[in-house]
């Protein structure tokens, strides 16, 4: 998704998404790439993580298992 960065405020950057429904995003902008200023457009993506998800299930889990246990 491509986004305009509006604004930056106290470490957050405000990104109003293009196109026919535009939304409003705030974001540390830590996330975003540096040299990023008032005004580029960058672009969003969301990817899903198999393997941390996957990982993170194991997780919870092991934890429920030796929670039942007690």
């Known amino acids: 998704m491509k986004c305009t960065i509006d604004r930056i405020e106290g470490g957050i950057a405000v ?11 705030h974001l ?3 996330v975003l790439p540096p040299g990023c200023r008032e005004g580029d457009i960058v672009t969003i993506r969301i990817e899903r993580d198999e393997e941390a998800t ?14 039942k246990r007690r």
Not at 15 to 25: A, K, M, Q, V
Request: hydrophobic share 35%; proline share 7%.
């Open 15 to 25: 990104l109003l998404s293009c196109g026919d429904e535009p939304r409003l995003f």
């Open 28 to 30: 540390p902008v830590s």
């Open 54 to 67: 996957r990982e993170a299930k194991e997780r919870t889990a092991s934890l429920i298992d030796r929670l």
